[in-house]
């Protein structure tokens, strides 16, 4: 008996055995067989998800810390079609809150692109308004009977960042904007766009808990501080605003740069836009360079190039201070004849008369005295014709005919002396003059102050574009303008304060022809004389109150420079004397 | 009498020592006791196994909520910033200081004081101390590893010190 029983035990043992090595055996063969590749990438795809991470783009503050642009959340509102129940409900709820047509949300629910499983309804919907549907569907799913789901199943909203712009249009002309694509035109979103847009990563993101450690970290985009005061940009915006209505001018444009630094402390343009809305973009600018005319819209600058001029003649020891010539108020150049701005001859007269009256027939006799190599070297080195780096996107360069060149004649010598004939931007002229005021070296202007990444703030030095002319050049020249508009008793003059600067009236060629009656006026002026802590430069473009700059662009430089001085908190020379005396 | 009954008993007693030593079902109460013996440490092991994964699950699922939970306070921060920045935009600031009967200050109205020790405001500081971010190297190994990768490291570790 005992023995008949230690057999079965054995059978069943061995029959036990049998069928596990049988598992066994079978679980080695699936494991390799030609099949498992296949079994095995199925349980990778879902043990993976395929996401892009796009980082938060960088935030934009101007220099004393006041958000010039940031991120909120907008929804894309969508439709899950599996687990849509009434198609009609989510129609309804959708159109009345988002005012969307009805008809059009029904047939594309009803109606989906072959394939798709998930339709979007609407994007870039505000917050309120989807916190509303998204209630609407939590009432609705409480409503419903146990077991059931609510008429807005299926309804799905997925949050996503959106630039905002907390100022609206204020600096629209340095910022620029981002699209919905994320991608920066104009200003600073263009020329940033790649350090504020960050680096979006593509990664498998693992569905198991286990892996969670593998989720990437996605650093936000770069933060950027810029030089701008947005209290003073504000100003510039409101005096331009005023000065197009007073002087009824067609446009015009503001800047105030720190001629120590090149930091650009405001830019005024003006039209601008909200950039919230900026599909307006099309209604509101007919071109590009009019988004920026500081730095895209070269113009004829007119009289304020005889800073340079003179500048030139100082420098290459063409003249001195004291210098006289016989101003017969005509000179031929070319077969040209050039006249002063009031066709009178202003007899003798030293170069600070010259810059005082702003004689035509002065600078051109002072271009011709140097001859077009040493003159055209002078602007060159000023910058004419280049690109001043200034760190927007959209800049042009100007144009400065150089002898040689197919278009360039004679006469072009005299007439680009006095700021005609040539080209250049708003900017240029700025860096150009700011070796005048900065010891003979011309800075570069930039808006960027600093930029903020992983915690660590990288502030921007200031460059210099070159040194165009000597120390004690600058000086001089500095006193004999600011001599020049104490004795014209200019409207640019600031009480308490010692400011340098000249007026520029330039006709505007039409069709080849100058036109006596379209005129640009500009005014480029700095202070304290004795410490400059401001220049600023004033263009308006074909204003009609008023034929000279002196009567417009003038007063309006005084305006801001006014208002500079309350907001940089810039003592008048008195007291400012008695406090480096101390 | 004792000693002649202690000789005659020894040999019984080696007898059953050696009967009992030798009986079959002992061996196999030895084998039983054994397989028994592995199948409770293989047992203790598995629920122990099963302890960690699962609490790993648990952690592992928490810091999908919280990465889900950042994201949303980063999203919420930023939009209050920006609304914040609306409220106190520059033409937003302008009309509340006219509404509350301020006007802007003409040069003339300044007046300078020299303050003995004063020194103008440094530049802007934007940045602050960096951020602990969460990634492989701020999450302790206990939340991701499994026990042979714990049973491993020690392993290594031992082999190591030695």
């Known amino acids: 008996m005992r023995a008949q029983y230690a057999r079965r035990t054995q059978v069943l043992a061995g029959v036990m055995g049998f069928i596990a090595l049988a598992i066994i055996v079978q679980m080695t063969r699936i494991q390799n067989s030609a099949e498992a590749d296949v079994f095995r990438q199925q349980a990778e795809n879902y043990a993976y998800e395929l996401?892009?991470?796009?980082?938060?783009?960088?935030?934009?503050?101007?220099?004393?810390?006041?958000?010039?642009?940031?991120?909120?959340?907008?929804?894309?509102?969508?439709?899950?079609?599996?687990?849509?129940?009434?198609?009609?409900?989510?129609a309804f709820a959708v159109s009345s809150e988002l005012g969307m047509d009805y008809n059009q949300i029904i047939n594309l629910i009803q109606n989906p692109p072959e394939g798709l499983s998930y339709i979007v309804i609407a994007d870039f919907i505000e917050a309120q308004q989807a916190l509303n549907l998204q209630e609407l569907k939590k009432a609705l799913?409480?409503?419903?009977?146990?077991?059931?789901?609510?008429?807005?199943?299926?309804?799905?909203?997925?949050?996503?960042?959106?630039?905002?712009?907390?100022?609206?249009?204020?600096?629209?002309?340095?910022?620029?904007?981002?699209?919905?694509?994320?991608?920066?035109?104009?200003?600073?979103?263009?020329?940033?766009?790649?350090?504020?847009?960050?680096?979006?990563?593509?990664?498998?993101?693992?569905?198991?808990?286990?892996?969670?450690?593998?989720?990437?970290?996605?650093?936000?985009?770069?933060?950027?501080?810029?030089?701008?005061?947005?209290?003073?940009q504000a100003a510039a915006e409101q005096i331009l605003d005023e000065s197009l209505l007073v002087y009824s001018a067609q446009g015009g444009t503001i800047i105030v740069m720190d001629p120590r630094n090149g930091e650009l402390l405001a830019i005024a343009a003006a039209r601008r836009m909200d950039l919230n809305q900026f599909w307006n973009y099309g209604v509101i600018y007919d071109n590009a360079s009019e988004f920026n005319p500081a730095i895209s819209k070269p113009y004829e600058p007119g009289s304020v190039t005889k800073i340079l001029t003179?500048?030139?003649?100082?420098?290459?020891?063409?003249?001195?201070?004291?210098?006289?010539?016989?101003?017969?108020?005509?000179?031929?150049?070319?077969?040209?004849?050039?006249?002063?701005?009031?066709?009178?001859?202003?007899?003798?007269q030293n170069m600070v008369g010259c810059l005082q009256h702003s004689l035509n027939v002065c600078m051109a006799t002072l271009s011709m005295q140097m001859g077009a190599g040493t003159?055209?070297?002078?602007?060159?080195?000023?910058?004419?014709?280049?690109?001043?780096?200034?760190?927007?996107?959209?800049?042009?360069?100007?144009?400065?005919?150089?002898?040689?060149?197919?278009?360039?004649?004679p006469v072009d010598l005299g007439t680009n002396a006095f700021g005609q004939?040539?080209?250049?931007?708003?900017?240029?002229?700025?860096?150009?003059?700011?070796?005048?005021?900065?010891?003979?070296?011309?800075?570069?202007?930039?808006?960027?102050?600093?930029?903020?990444?992983?915690?660590?703030?990288?502030?921007?030095?200031?460059?210099?574009?070159?040194?165009?002319?000597?120390?004690?050049?600058?000086?001089?020249?500095?006193?004999?303008?600011?001599?020049?508009?104490?004795?014209?008793?200019?409207?640019?003059?600031?009480?308490?304060?010692?400011?340098?600067?000249?007026?520029?009236?330039?006709?505007?060629?039409?069709?080849?022809?100058?036109?006596?009656?379209?005129?640009?006026?500009?005014?480029?002026?700095?202070?304290?004389?004795?410490?400059?802590?401001f220049m600023i430069y004033v263009w308006l473009e074909r204003p009609t109150a008023s034929n000279w700059g002196s009567e417009t662009a003038a007063p309006v430089f005084a305006q801001m420079a006014e208002k500079t001085i309350i907001l940089l908190d810039i003592p008048p020379d008195v007291i400012r004397q008695q406090l480096v005396a101390k | 009498m004792n000693a002649a009954v202690q000789n005659m008993n020894i040999p019984n007693v080696n007898h059953y020592i050696h009967a009992y030593k030798i009986a079959p079902w002992r061996i196999q109460r030895q084998w039983i006791g054994n397989i028994l013996l592995a199948v409770v440490a293989l047992a203790m092991v598995a629920t122990l196994y099963l302890i960690i994964t699962s609490r790993a699950a648990i952690a592992g699922r928490e810091i999908q909520d919280?990465?889900?939970?950042?994201?949303?306070?980063?999203?919420?921060?930023?939009?209050?910033?920006?609304?914040?920045?609306?409220?106190?935009?520059?033409?937003?600031?302008?009309?509340r200081a006219r509404e509350l009967g301020f006007r802007p200050m003409e040069p003339g109205e300044m007046e300078y004081l020299i303050v003995?020790?004063?020194?103008?405001?440094?530049?802007?500081?934007?940045?602050?101390?960096?951020?602990?971010?969460?990634?492989?190297?701020?999450?302790?190994?206990?939340?991701?590893q499994s026990l042979l990768d714990w049973m491993d490291e020690k392993f290594s570790s031992y082999r190591g010190s030695q």
């Open chain 2, 66 to 95: 919280l990465t889900y939970s950042i994201t949303v306070s980063q999203q919420v921060s930023g939009d209050l910033q920006t609304l914040l920045a609306s409220l106190t935009s520059a033409s937003a600031m302008e009309r």
């Open chain 1, 375 to 409: 003159f055209y070297s002078y602007m060159d080195n000023f910058g004419f014709g280049h690109l001043t780096g200034v760190d927007m996107a959209g800049e042009a360069a100007g144009r400065l005919k150089l002898p040689g060149d197919a278009d360039w004649y």
């Open chain 1, 51 to 90: 996401h892009t991470f796009y980082p938060n783009r960088g935030e934009v503050y101007d220099r004393n810390g006041r958000l010039l642009a940031g991120n909120k959340t907008v929804y894309e509102i969508g439709v899950d079609l599996s687990a849509a129940k009434d198609a009609h409900a989510i």
């Open chain 1, 310 to 348: 003179m500048a030139a003649a100082l420098d290459s020891s063409t003249v001195t201070p004291n210098s006289t010539y016989l101003d017969t108020g005509s000179i031929l150049i070319g077969g040209v004849n050039i006249k002063n701005w009031n066709q009178e001859p202003w007899g003798v």
């Open chain 1, 141 to 232: 799913q409480e409503q419903a009977p146990q077991g059931t789901r609510g008429g807005l199943a299926g309804l799905q909203f997925k949050s996503h960042p959106q630039r905002s712009y907390p100022e609206d249009a204020l600096a629209s002309n340095i910022m620029g904007f981002v699209s919905r694509e994320g991608r920066g035109y104009f200003g600073i979103e263009e020329k940033y766009d790649t350090l504020l847009a960050g680096n979006p990563v593509q990664a498998l993101v693992p569905t198991d808990p286990n892996k969670a450690f593998e989720i990437p970290r996605v650093p936000d985009g770069t933060t950027l501080i810029l030089t701008i005061n947005r209290d003073l």
């Open chain 1, 421 to 533: 004939g040539l080209t250049a931007t708003p900017i240029q002229m700025l860096t150009a003059v700011s070796s005048v005021i900065n010891n003979g070296r011309s800075v570069t202007p930039h808006a960027l102050y600093a930029m903020v990444r992983d915690g660590r703030q990288y502030n921007v030095p200031a460059q210099y574009a070159g040194s165009p002319i000597s120390e004690q050049t600058a000086d001089t020249l500095t006193t004999m303008l600011a001599v020049s508009l104490e004795t014209e008793g200019s409207l640019a003059l600031v009480p308490g304060y010692r400011i340098a600067g000249k007026t520029g009236t330039a006709q505007i060629p039409v069709n080849g022809y100058y036109d006596s009656a379209q005129t640009n006026h500009s005014f480029i002026g700095w202070g304290p004389v004795d410490d400059p802590q």
């Open chain 2, 116 to 144: 003995p020790g004063y020194s103008a405001p440094q530049s802007y500081i934007l940045a602050s101390a960096p951020h602990l971010q969460l990634s492989a190297l701020t999450i302790p190994p206990v939340y991701n």
